[in-house]
């Protein structure tokens, strides 16, 4: 019997310690950042939506439906790991949404970019680089201010039935968290009520979320769409995206810093299509964010497409930027009574500082006039937007980017000089330059981490 006893005993401590060697293992995971494809955990939301979760990149987490950060809730998603979206349409789009109240904390770096993408993407050629509509995409939703009745809207594409589809408050404090070095890919589905969602939608989201190298690529709607908030983003990059690239309404009233948009491949409408207000277009805040150092590259000339269109009321300052490669220019949209002219007017919407190329419309900036103005009206208008050209400092230049499409190369990087005549940044959060554009000559910053990268390259 005492025999039997010890037996037992020694084989009860073997349990301990190998119990004890499976949680120091857990404690220090594999370091290998590659997935395991049969590591694929599917996320599906009941309600309760992800809960406070870290997701990490020894895994692959597949969307299945709309997927929800809830308020209070925090997710946080570790460098190099990669989310997938299933395909669907409407009611069984796919796409995470981080409600007002949640938070995500997806921060990644150069070398371990987190990777949102359609199902069927294995990162390896299995899905052709340019293919969109694939799945839905990513929307952050927070508690900043809109300049719509009432001041509280569902974001587009989430049924009305939905209370975690809410975005806008009163404070642009705000802080939804941190999205950092991460790549946004083959999404733009539709995801209901005729809505093909954005890349990276903003809806209300406050000044204290951290936006940075963030890439949308190849997706079917817009690039990134403002729905007011004042949020901050830096080094962004939109490529081959079919409608715009960068949109903003309702009162986005932000700052931006080193965007880069690029179109392709018969894709996009307009580079920066920026609206007011929408219901009313009147209200306030104004839209008017602050946004320096862009590269703009469209799609060429005879393509009939708009580097910017400010209308509905909205304003906005660009400043030391390059803008290139469009059949047309700026355009300022003129009305009978309180428009986008009068934004101008009043020194809300400026664009100062900046050099433009190959852009066929002349003048380059100019005004579209609604059909009741009266023609006697209009001539005043567009003397002052036209002139306004050269008494801001803005010019024509090549600033040395080289683009064939063709030989899918398009280079950012400008080969010519593109310092010169600085506008001053009005606030500490800009980074001060000496060179226009979204990239110092001497630093790729979009390298390794994006997909648009592999297209820099000749």
Same mark, same amino acid.
């Given at each position: 019997?005492?025999?039997?006893?010890?037996?037992?005993?020694?084989?009860?401590?073997?349990?301990?310690?190998?119990?004890?060697?499976?949680?120091?293992?857990?404690?220090?995971?594999?370091?290998?950042?590659?997935?395991?494809?049969?590591? %694929?955990?599917?996320?599906?939301?009941?309600?309760?939506?992800?809960?406070?979760?870290?997701?990490?990149?020894?895994?692959?987490?597949?969307?299945?439906?709309?997927?929800?950060?809830?308020?209070?809730?925090?997710?946080?998603?570790?460098?190099?790991?990669?989310?997938?979206?299933?395909?669907?349409?409407?009611?069984?789009?796919?796409?995470?949404?981080?409600? !007002?109240?949640?938070?995500?904390?997806?921060?990644?770096?150069?070398?371990?970019?987190?990777?949102?993408?359609?199902?069927?993407?294995?990162?390896?050629?299995?899905?052709?680089?340019?293919?969109?509509?694939?799945?839905?995409?990513?929307?952050?939703?927070?508690?900043?201010?809109?300049?719509?009745?009432?001041?509280?809207?569902?974001?587009?594409?989430?049924?009305?039935?939905?209370?975690?589809?809410?975005?806008?408050?009163?404070?642009?404090?705000?802080?939804?968290?941190?999205?950092?070095?991460?790549?946004?890919?083959?999404?733009?589905?539709?995801?209901?009520?005729?809505? %093909?969602?954005?890349?990276?939608?903003?809806?209300?989201?406050?000044?204290?979320?951290?936006?940075?190298?963030?890439?949308?690529?190849?997706?079917?709607?817009?690039?990134?769409?403002?729905?007011?908030?004042?949020?901050?983003?830096?080094?962004?990059?939109?490529?081959?995206?079919?409608?715009?690239?960068?949109?903003?309404?309702?009162?986005?009233?932000?700052?931006?810093?080193?965007?880069?948009?690029?179109?392709?491949?018969?894709?996009?409408?307009?580079?920066?299509?920026?609206?007011?207000?929408?219901?009313?277009?009147?209200?306030?805040?104004?839209?008017?964010?602050?946004?320096?150092?862009?590269?703009?590259?469209?799609?060429?000339?005879?393509?009939?497409?708009?580097?910017?269109?400010? !209308?509905?009321?909205?304003?906005?300052?660009?400043?030391?930027?390059?803008?290139?490669?469009?059949?047309?220019?700026?355009?300022?949209?003129?009305?009978?009574?309180?428009?986008?002219?009068?934004?101008?007017?009043?020194?809300?919407?400026?664009?100062?500082?900046?050099?433009?190329?190959?852009?066929?419309?002349?003048?380059?900036?100019?005004?579209?006039?609604?059909?009741?103005?009266?023609?006697?009206?209009?001539?005043?208008? !567009?003397?002052?937007?036209?002139?306004?050209?050269? %008494?801001?400092?803005?010019?024509?230049?090549?600033?040395?980017?080289?683009?064939?499409?063709?030989?899918?190369?398009?280079?950012?990087?400008?080969?010519?000089?593109?310092?010169?005549?600085?506008?001053?940044?009005?606030?500490?959060?800009?980074?001060?330059?000496?060179?226009?554009?979204?990239?110092?000559?001497?630093?790729?910053?979009?390298?390794?981490?994006?997909?648009?990268?592999?297209?820099?390259?000749?």
């Amino acid at each position: 019997m005492k025999k039997i006893i010890y037996l037992l005993a020694i084989l009860a401590l073997a349990v301990v310690v190998s119990i004890s060697g499976c949680k120091k293992d857990n404690d220090n995971p594999d370091p290998d950042p590659d997935p395991d494809p049969n590591d %694929e955990i599917v996320i599906k939301d009941n309600g309760s939506g992800t809960g406070t979760d870290t997701w990490t990149a020894d895994n692959v987490y597949l969307l299945d439906g709309l997927v929800f950060v809830n308020d209070s809730q925090t997710l946080t998603i570790e460098p190099g790991t990669i989310i997938k979206g299933k395909p669907g349409q409407g009611e069984n789009a796919s796409a995470l949404i981080v409600s !007002r109240g949640g938070k995500i904390l997806a921060e990644g770096t150069s070398a371990l970019p987190i990777i949102f993408t359609a199902q069927a993407d294995d990162l390896q050629g299995s899905v052709p680089d340019l293919d969109n509509g694939l799945w839905g995409g990513v929307i952050i939703l927070g508690k900043a201010k809109l300049n719509t009745v009432p001041g509280e809207q569902q974001i587009e594409g989430i049924a009305k039935t939905e209370p975690r589809g809410l975005y806008g408050g009163d404070d642009d404090n705000d802080n939804s968290g941190t999205f950092k070095y991460v790549s946004i890919r083959h999404g733009g589905t539709d995801i209901g009520e005729g809505n %093909e969602i954005n890349g990276l939608t903003l809806g209300g989201v406050g000044k204290n979320t951290t936006i940075e190298y963030v890439e949308v690529f190849a997706n079917k709607d817009d690039g990134v769409e403002f729905f007011g908030g004042a949020p901050r983003l830096k080094n962004i990059i939109v490529a081959f995206v079919g409608d715009d690239s960068f949109d903003y309404d309702q009162g986005y009233s932000g700052y931006g810093q080193f965007w880069l948009a690029v179109q392709g491949y018969d894709r996009g409408d307009r580079l920066g299509e920026h609206d007011g207000g929408t219901d009313p277009e009147t209200g306030d805040p104004y839209a008017i964010p602050t946004i320096h150092n862009v590269t703009y590259i469209g799609r060429g000339a005879g393509a009939g497409k708009r580097q910017i269109t400010f !209308r509905d009321n909205a304003g906005g300052h660009y400043a030391n930027s390059i803008l290139m490669n469009q059949d047309k220019g700026v355009d300022i949209e003129l009305l009978i009574g309180q428009d986008s002219y009068q934004q101008f007017e009043n020194g809300k919407l400026t664009l100062k500082n900046n050099i433009f190329w190959a852009v066929a419309q002349d003048p380059i900036f100019n005004v579209s006039a609604a059909d009741d103005v009266p023609a006697e009206d209009i001539d005043a208008p !567009r003397n002052a937007v036209s002139g306004s050209f050269a %008494e801001n400092a803005n010019e024509l230049k090549d600033p040395g980017i080289e683009i064939n499409e063709q030989n899918s190369y398009f280079n950012p990087i400008p080969g010519n000089d593109v310092g010169g005549d600085m506008a001053p940044v009005l606030d500490n959060w800009f980074t001060t330059t000496n060179y226009k554009g979204a990239f110092d000559p001497s630093n790729n910053w979009a390298a390794g981490w994006s997909l648009f990268s592999k297209y820099m390259t000749n």
